[in-house]
């Protein structure tokens, strides 16, 4: 790996990094993730709270053609992972996604970026 690349448990920031400003949906899933942590939602419950489409939910989530590219979905980068319940996925934020938001939310307290 280039050594000009920083990671944080191997994921590349610049490859999240550039997933969240890609995307408000994907931001705002995740955060609403995280406040309900470490709970799970389902896709309509998090369009309900979040009020975003269905099926951007999904999108942002999972991938979805062009528009959600699955390599840079919230489960694509690690950051969402999906548990299966009686045939029902639902979705709840990784430890790292918990751990990554928390120390972005550092990061920006105090005004390194």
């Given at each position: 790996?280039?050594?000009?690349?920083?990671?944080?448990?191997?994921?590349?920031?610049?490859?999240?990094?550039?997933?969240?400003?890609?995307?408000?949906?994907?931001?705002?899933?995740?955060?609403?993730?995280?406040?309900?942590?470490?709970?799970?939602?389902?896709?309509?419950?998090?369009?309900?709270h979040?009020?975003?489409?269905p099926?951007?939910?999904?999108?942002?989530?999972?991938?979805m053609?062009?528009?959600?590219?699955?390599?840079?979905?919230?489960?694509?980068?690690?950051?969402?992972?999906?548990?299966?319940?009686?045939?029902?996925?639902?979705?709840?934020?990784?430890?790292?996604?918990?751990?990554?938001?928390?120390?972005?939310e550092?990061?920006?307290?105090?005004?390194?970026?």
């Amino acid at each position: 790996m280039d050594s000009g690349i920083s990671t944080f448990k191997d994921i590349q920031h610049p490859h999240i990094l550039r997933s969240l400003k890609k995307s408000r949906v994907r931001k705002d899933i995740m955060m609403y993730l995280y406040k309900i942590y470490p709970n799970s939602s389902y896709p309509s419950d998090i369009s309900r709270h979040t009020k975003i489409d269905p099926t951007n939910v999904l999108g942002g989530l999972r991938g979805m053609g062009h528009r959600y590219d699955k390599a840079n979905s919230l489960i694509g980068v690690e950051l969402v992972e999906t548990i299966d319940f009686d045939g029902t996925a639902y979705y709840k934020l990784s430890d790292t996604g918990k751990r990554w938001i928390e120390t972005m939310e550092l990061i920006k307290k105090d005004d390194v970026l």
